[in-house]
């Protein structure tokens, strides 16, 4: 009754009395990190394996932070204390302690001894982290269309920096069929074209691919830019839809959702309103937001306005793992890691990234990573 009267009061163009309130007080975010007493085991079962690349991973880190980006990153790192020289002083140690470990309980104790350890508050402040999968797949394409090749992927337009925002949806640029942008801001941009629409949706979710062209030629493509819009994950809305449980949501069941409800890419794809330009990397490793490149089961993606870019990191959850009768498997796993990349679904303390790899093992493998688990960073005792 109150808000039906002070409703006409408005319509009627009589004003109406506010009564000034206190204006609430507003607790802070609290910090993406915590420091925490109790070492996490840290015993990667894969490390020494793995020696060759993780180290080349930690070069690459290395690199990175030494760039002007790194500088302007750590001096508004909300965690004052991880500073850009501690997570500098912190990799070359590892390094070091790595590069001579004779076994990896060894090297865990090395850590335990001249490190502490930050963990993510996760996604529920209490430490849970989601852990899902990208890679960089490997496609065929052409660099004109044809019958079989009509989904164009894109350049950055000219003139992307002027557009009005919030810029076109994916839906306005492309069309309900992905089709349509010949008739638009897109017309001129693309780059190369793809014979199935859900592939070329999937490369812009990855960011990143190789592709195998029809005039025998190859080309590797990275992220150039990206519309200003929200970034929806089209499986999580077939679960929200009932289309698929979540128990079962992994890339496996959405491509054969699609592959058997081929009409139903209409209506699901424009609902990430995100779309993603591309440039020609010329055969370039992938690169992650960093600017260096990814590797495979050693680096991973965070939200960089929370994470520490370039730090070492160890991850605590599951992963599958091919078996001897080579099929996958899923089982707890410790890993340490890079920071190296970022992604538009990659957003708050209690998401994280793994990249795969290349090519068609690494896509079954990231496609089945679907768990919880912890997330740390190791940082030199002050």
């Known amino acids: 009754m109150k808000r039906s009267l002070i409703l006409s009061l408005l319509f009627l163009g009589v004003p109406t009395v506010s009564i000034a309130q206190p204006k609430p007080v507003t607790a802070p975010a609290p910090l993406p990190l915590k420091s925490i007493s109790n070492a996490p085991i840290a015993i990667d079962d894969q490390i020494l394996r793995d020696r060759k690349s993780m180290i080349s991973a930690i070069d ?36 070091q302690l790595l590069s001579a470990a004779r076994s990896e309980q060894a090297l865990s104790s090395a850590i335990a001894r001249e490190f502490v350890f930050y963990q993510s508050i996760g996604k529920d402040n209490q430490g849970t982290v989601a852990f899902t999968g990208y890679f960089e797949p490997v496609h065929t394409a052409s660099r004109k269309p044809t019958a079989e090749y009509r989904y164009p992927l894109y350049v950055l337009p000219t003139g992307f920096s002027q557009w009005k925002k919030p810029h076109p949806t994916r839906l306005e640029l492309e069309g309900a069929d992905g089709l349509q942008s010949s008739k638009g801001k897109l017309r001129g941009s693309e780059l190369v074209w793809m014979r199935d629409r859900l592939e070329a949706f999937l490369i812009q979710v990855q960011g990143s691919a190789r592709l195998n062209l029809t005039d025998g030629t190859t080309m590797t493509i990275g992220v150039a830019g990206l519309t200003d819009q929200p970034y929806t994950g089209i499986g999580r809305e077939l679960v929200k839809d009932g289309k698929l449980k979540l128990e079962d949501l992994n890339l496996p069941n959405v491509l054969k959702y699609f592959e058997q409800n081929p009409k139903d890419l209409n209506v699901y794809l424009p609902r990430n309103r995100r779309f993603v330009f591309f440039r020609n990397t010329f055969g370039a490793p992938a690169l992650g937001s960093l600017g260096v490149p990814v590797t495979a089961d050693r680096s991973i993606a965070t939200d960089k306005s929370l994470m520490p870019p370039g730090a070492l990191a160890l991850i605590q959850t599951q992963l599958p793992i091919l078996n001897r009768q080579r099929q996958y498997e899923q089982k707890p796993i410790n890993r340490f890691m890079l920071d190296q990349d970022t992604g538009g679904a990659i957003i708050g303390a209690g998401r994280v990234d793994i990249f795969t790899g290349t090519g068609t093992q690494a896509g079954s493998e990231a496609g089945l990573i679907n768990a919880t688990g912890q997330l740390y960073y190791p940082l030199l005792k002050r």
């Open 60 to 95: 690459h880190s290395l690199k990175y932070l030494e760039t002007p980006k790194a500088i302007q990153a750590y001096a508004k790192y909300p965690v004052k204390t991880i500073t850009r020289d501690r997570v500098v002083r912190s990799l070359r140690r590892f390094r």
